[in-house]
Structures are given as C-alpha cells and as structure tokens.
C-alpha cells in the first residue's frame, strides 16, 4: 500500500527537527514539510484550511471547536509551550511599576484571541486581581499594519478595545509613548536592551515564571499538533502514528540538550537552565499527552471561555481524536 503524501506545516524547532530531517519516519506517511512561522501557519489553517498536518494555535483550535466547525482534530502533542511572564513590556515612564498599575493604562495587543494573551490576561486576574476590563486595550498590528483577528470573537462585558490607526503598528506607539505597555507572544523591535525607555513588567520573569509554576504545576501549552478532520476519518491509524513520531522526535531533541560536550544551541548557559528546569520541573518537563496535561488544558478553557472567546465550556477531551486518549503497554 503506497504511504499517504500528506502537506505539513510546522515550526522548525529542536522538537521537530527529527520529523523534518527524516531520521524518525512516520508510520504510512510522507511528508511534504513546509517550516513556517507561527503566524503564517495560524492564519492560512484557519482561514483557507491550506495543510493536511500543522501547527495550530491552543486558542484558535479551541474557539473552532466551541463552535462545531474545526477543519482540524488535535493531537496532545504540545509543539509550543511557555510561560508568558515576559510577555508584558511597560514603558518606564508609564507609571507602571507592579501589576496592579496596568488598570487604566493603555495597552498594545495584535490579538485578542491569541493564546499567550489568554495565559497572561489568565495569570494577571488570577494572582493579580487585574481583570481584563480593567485595561483600556488597543488592537493592531505590530510590525506591520492592518492586523485583524484570524477567528471573530465577543469581548466580554465591560472591555474597552479599540483598533488603532490603520497606518500605525503597536511597535512605533510604544517606542513614541502612544501606549503604556504591551501584551504579545513576540516582543516588539523597539525592545532592545538599548532601549532605555522599556522594561519587562516582572524585573525577573524566570523568577516569576517558577514561583507560577511552583504554585500551579502548570508549564502553559502554546500550540498543538492537528490532522485534517477528513483525513483522521478516512485514516483512523493517522492520528496515532502522528503521536508517536512526535514523541520520538522530542524524545531526540532532550536527549541531544542533555549532551554538553558540545552545545547544540547557540547560547550560553543552557546546561544550566537544563539542571534548573529539571530541578523544579523534573526530567520530562516538556510532556505531551492528553492525560498528563489535563490540569493544564482545563485552566486555559475556563479562562478562555471566560474571556469571551469560546462560545461554551469546551472539555478537554473534545479537543483531541479518541484514539489519541490512550496507548498500548506491554
């Protein structure tokens, strides 16, 4: 039987990188790898339905099936996770020196519906007392001008948004003073370490991110992997043997971190972050899997369904293919 020559559309991350380069196949398949930006993916999945397998946003996924329609089912594996604490840039001149100071400010965001916006607004209600209402929002593209949302959304009662000028980006009315900070996943060119007039919210946003963590046991999902609702009907194996070689694509990418006779990231310092995640995270801090992330899943959909983005309370389990639920032991 000749494989399945399926399109996929996924970030090149260490993760991935044993999926793209082929060293871990996927059982009946051939893939045609596409590596795109998260942005690209989010946008032409949701829009045009363009790939067969890709990345999709935890936020958009979840709206599409609050509402019944979604192209894609999800896999649990968590291509995309992060804490969100570094995500709130302030200007040092806005007064805003703790969390409880955004309320009244001026605030940049691109989306509304974005999942790193979902986890902050989550976490500034949650251990802040900052509710969403609380700000005055302005939406907009930041690099490039004329963003709009990728899915429509009702805002929850008592937000104030506005779309900014269709000539502006988010990143020029922070570095001029326009807005008092900004909420994003990407940080805005003007935020350089030359920069004098911005800061992070949280003078230590790792610091902050463990304490989060310590209290919660919850590492927030980004993105998730998705296969073509028709394809998973058709193929009712796919789904599974997606899961298993992207289990073992990560499983490549830790044990390669953990070796430190020749770092295999550009960066210093990364042996250290590696004993420190395992310290307070332990060894597979990076987990996918429906089960194992239950608590985790179930916080996001109660806030995001809370924040007006999903029509219903979505349960977990609705996110994913049945086959995924489970696995064999021996």
């Keep these: 039987m000749p494989k399945l020559k399926l399109s996929f559309a996924i970030g090149d991350y260490d993760r991935n990188r044993a999926i793209i380069d082929g060293r871990v196949p996927i059982d009946g398949v051939d893939p045609v790898i596409m590596k795109l930006s998260p942005e690209e993916i989010f946008f032409r999945a949701m829009r045009?339905?363009?790939?067969?397998?890709?990345?999709?946003?935890?936020?958009?996924?979840?709206?599409?099936?609050?509402?019944?329609?979604?192209?894609?089912?999800?896999?649990?594996?968590?291509?995309?996770?992060?804490?969100?604490?570094?995500?709130?840039?302030?200007?040092?001149d806005s007064g805003i020196r703790v969390p409880a100071d955004l309320a009244g400010k001026r605030v940049g965001t691109p989306e509304w519906q974005l999942t790193a916006n979902v986890w902050t607004r989550a976490f500034l209600q949650d251990d802040f007392g900052v509710r969403p209402q609380d700000i005055?929002?302005?939406?907009?593209?930041?690099?490039?001008?004329?963003?709009?949302?990728k899915l429509k959304t009702d805002l929850p009662a008592g937000v104030s948004m506005e779309d900014i000028p269709a000539d502006r980006t988010l990143d020029r009315m922070l570095d001029s003073g326009e807005i008092d900070a900004y909420?994003?996943?990407r940080a805005p060119r003007c935020f350089t370490a030359a920069?004098?007039?911005?800061?992070?919210?949280?003078?230590?946003?790792?610091?902050?991110?463990?304490?989060?963590y310590r209290r919660t046991k919850i590492f927030p999902i980004m993105h998730l992997l998705g296969v073509r609702r028709t394809l998973a009907e058709a193929h009712p194996w796919l789904p599974v043997a997606l899961q298993k070689a992207f289990n073992e694509s990560?499983?490549?990418?830790?044990?390669?971190?953990?070796?430190?006779?020749?770092?295999?990231?550009?960066l210093p310092f990364v042996e250290e972050q590696l004993r420190l995640a395992q310290s307070q995270m332990?060894?597979?801090?990076?987990?996918?899997?429906?089960?194992?992330?239950?608590?985790?899943?179930?916080?996001?959909?109660?806030?995001?369904?809370?924040?007006?983005?999903?029509?219903?309370?979505?349960?977990?389990?609705?996110?994913?293919?049945?086959?995924?639920?489970?696995?064999?032991?021996?």
Aim: aromatic share 10%; charged share 25%.
């Design 48 to 92: 045009h339905e363009s790939f067969d397998v890709c990345e999709l946003s935890l936020s958009s996924f979840s709206l599409r099936v609050a509402r019944g329609d979604s192209p894609y089912v999800g896999v649990p594996v968590f291509l995309s996770r992060a804490f969100r604490h570094a995500s709130i840039i302030v200007r040092k």
């Design 136 to 149: 005055h929002w302005l939406r907009g593209g930041l690099e490039e001008p004329g963003r709009v949302e």
């Design 183 to 185: 909420i994003g996943p």
């Design 195 to 212: 920069n004098p007039r911005l800061r992070w919210l949280f003078e230590d946003p790792t610091e902050a991110a463990l304490d989060y």
């Design 250 to 266: 990560k499983a490549l990418a830790l044990e390669a971190l953990a070796d430190t006779s020749a770092t295999k990231v550009t």
């Design 282 to 330: 332990g060894t597979d801090f990076w987990t996918y899997g429906a089960h194992e992330n239950r608590h985790v899943l179930d916080h996001f959909l109660r806030h995001h369904h809370a924040q007006g983005i999903s029509s219903r309370l979505v349960d977990a389990e609705e996110l994913f293919h049945p086959a995924t639920l489970e696995s064999h032991r021996i």
